[in-house]
Structures are given as C-alpha cells and as structure tokens.
C-alpha cells in the first residue's frame, strides 16, 4: 500500500503524474522480483552443498530499462548463485521479466494502435519522446519492423491452424474495408467473432477480398471447415446477401439471425424524420417480445400499418423474417447479446475510424496483422457471455423453444 505521505510529498513537488507511476512501477517490479527469488530458492532449499544451501541472493543484473506505454521504467534482476562446483549450475531466469524483455506486452499492444491513428513508424521514438519527456529507446524504425514480421508470421500461424478441438455455438460476422498499398480498390477484411464453450468470445477467423460477397464468405468458410471447424449453431450478420448465400453453401444447417439493429436503420431509411420515433419505438417492442409466435404477429401488424403511405419500408421490415427471429430457438438469457452485431461492432468501432488514416498505406499481410493482433486483444477482455454455463447446452444439441428448454 502506498503511504498517504508519499503522495503528499509528490503533490506538493508538483510532480507530473507519469513520472508518479513509473517510480511506483519501479518499486512494485523490484518488490515483486525479490518474492519472485526468495521463491525460487525457497522451492529448492533441499539442495545442500556441505551443510549449506545450494542456492543464495548474490546482488543484481545490471539494470535495464523496459519500455511501458506509460514511461521507460529501469528494471535491476535479483542474481542468484549455485555454490555447486561441480555439473551444471542452477540458473534463476524471472518469468515476469524475461532476460530480453524490452518492452511490455502493453506497448505491442499500443503500437497498432498509433499505427491506425495514422503515425508512421519512423516517427514512434519522437512521440513517446514527446508523451514521456525523456529519451526512449527500442522503438527504431527497424525494431517496428521486426515486430509487424513477428506479428505477420503470428497471424499466418492463427490463420492455418487445427480448429478441430474449437466449438462455437454463436458467432458473429463482419466486414471492415481497408485502404491497402498498391491497391486501387479498399480491401475488405471478413471477420469472425465466436461463443466458445466456457463462454467467453474469440476470434475465428479472418478472410480477405473486395466485398463482402457470396463468394469470399464461401471460401473463408471452406478454410475453416477444411481446418477441422465444426457448424455454429448460429450465426449473426448484418443481412448481407453474400454472408447468407455463403453459409447455406458450407454450413447449410446453421441457424442465422438477422441483426435487428441494421433492419431498424433500413426500416427509418424509408420513412420521414418525424415517423422515426414511432418506428423505432414499435420495433423495440417486436424484438421484446415474449415469444417468435407475438413477435412474427407483431411485424406483421406493423407492416400492414406501413403499407399504406410507405411501402417501401413495410417491404424492408417484412422481409427475412425467419433470419429476424432465429435467436428465440436458443436460450433467453442469451437474447440480449444475439439480437444484434453489436458484440462484433463494438470490437472494431475503433479500428472501422482509423484504418482508412494509415500513413503511406500498408500491405495486405501487415494490414491483416495488425487487426489480427488488435482483435485478438481487444476479443480477450470482453466479458463472458451471460449464464455461460448454457452455451454447452446449445452445443450439445439441446433444443429450445421461446428461451425456454424443450424437455
């Protein structure tokens, strides 16, 4: 715990706060490290050489300093000796602060991120310069470099490997358009966020092509099929054609889910401004319905009452309603977060405004990377899905009817 003293003192001083963080880093990192060594030696204390320990504390490493996204914090390894003279010596090497660690899992996670937000790479060390006063190193732009190699060959990796052992009963699907070198055309990243079995969402899978076409969606999923993926149970889109002719080809047994949230915008799309309340009112009220039997009642009724004065949006409402009620054949304590894209949306908002920034333009592998290792990132913090524990009911073949189990 901090003492109230230490922060009182630093106030006063008028220190800034990133310089606060990185000296409290520091003292946590070296506190951290000596339990980390008297562990070490404490879990081998059975190890004697003529009546005495083996292995003892014998000062530091030379101190090193590791780049955070917060500041350059320097980093003193404790050193620990075997005083066996003989065969091999016993090494100690810090798992939470590898011997050539320069820089935090953090920052590989923030550099993406400057890299969408349109810095080029040769100008990384004067912006950390600049955020943190002080002068960096480990961010040349042949270091930058080597790390989008690392991540290329990463993804290349994720991309083919053995999905045999990978269930998912939802997933959603999205398409991100990108601006690529030598490409006159923008790029499109089709993307797969799933349900796993304990709950909590992944990545899938990641396709490329121009559009979001029938086409490139088939051969996205052939690859994951062909990889050992089994069906979902359901998939979640946009109402993309191509994603739904794509599936009834590869997955035809699939069950799909009209994203309530894009009919709503091409529902009002049809409608003037002053009706848009209204609509969005009742279209809420279909989705919250208790059962697909009131829900399919109620869009019904809805597009009758639209039909007189405009036709067009009662024909878009009316339209896939089987793909719009799929999620009331799975269970209702997962409705909420199957009505919609919003899980996959959500996962690359950020990424969708930033893409089309990137200075100079990246390659279609580099390109594919970075979203890859930001996706990834960015799917490993997103909370489980809610009563998880009924996802291995809907992967077990469990049929549901209105939310509720079919006994």
């Keep these: ?155 290349s990796s994720w991309e083919s490997r053995d999905m045999s052992k990978e269930r998912y009963a939802y997933v959603w699907a999205d398409g991100i358009y990108s601006k690529v070198r030598g490409e006159k055309e923008n790029v499109c990243q089709l993307v797969l966020l799933g349900v796993g079995e304990d709950g909590r969402k992944a990545l899938v899978g990641m396709g490329e092509g121009y559009a979001e076409s029938s086409e490139n969606w088939r051969e996205l999923l052939v690859k994951l099929r062909s990889q050992g993926m089994e069906a979902p149970r359901l998939v979640i889109g946009d109402g993309g054609l191509g994603l739904w002719s794509g599936l009834r080809k590869v997955f035809p047994d699939c069950a799909r889910q009209y994203c309530w949230v894009h009919k709503l915008r091409d529902v009002v799309r049809h409608l003037p401004k002053s009706r848009h309340f209204e609509a969005t009112r009742q279209v809420r009220d279909i989705y919250m319905s208790e059962s697909k039997f009131e829900a399919g009642r109620k869009i019904a009724t809805m597009g009758k009452s639209l039909g007189v004065k405009h036709p067009k949006a009662a024909e878009t409402l009316t339209k896939w309603t089987d793909e719009l009620l799929g999620f009331y054949d799975f269970p209702a304590e997962h409705w909420r977060n199957l009505r919609s894209t919003n899980a996959i949306e959500s996962l690359f908002s950020t990424i969708r405004l930033r893409t089309g920034k990137t200075k100079g333009r990246l390659s279609r592998s580099r390109l594919g990377a970075l979203l890859f290792k930001l996706a990834q990132t960015a799917s490993e913090k997103m909370r489980a899905i809610s009563h998880h524990e009924k996802v291995k009911l809907v992967l077990d073949g469990t049929l549901f009817m209105d939310g509720e189990e079919i006994m």
């Design 1 to 155: 715990m901090l003492k109230k003293e230490y922060l009182i003192e630093h106030v006063r001083k008028g220190t800034p706060l990133t310089e606060i963080v990185r000296e409290i880093a520091a003292q946590v990192i070296t506190e951290a490290l000596a339990i980390e060594a008297d562990m070490f030696i404490e879990d081998r204390q059975e190890l004697m050489d003529n009546g005495k320990r083996r292995l003892v504390l014998h000062g530091t490493q030379n101190e090193r300093d590791i780049l955070f996204p917060f500041g350059v914090v320097p980093v003193k390894t404790p050193r620990i000796t075997d005083r066996k003279a003989e065969g091999e010596p016993i090494a100690f090497a810090s798992r939470m602060v590898p011997r050539y660690l320069k820089r935090s899992n953090d920052l590989a996670e923030f550099i993406p991120w400057m890299y969408l937000k349109g810095i080029s790479e040769s100008d990384f060390q004067s912006v950390f310069e600049a955020l943190h006063g002080q002068k960096v190193k480990g961010l040349s732009s042949s270091t930058i470099n080597r790390m989008m190699d690392c991540w290329v060959k990463e993804f």
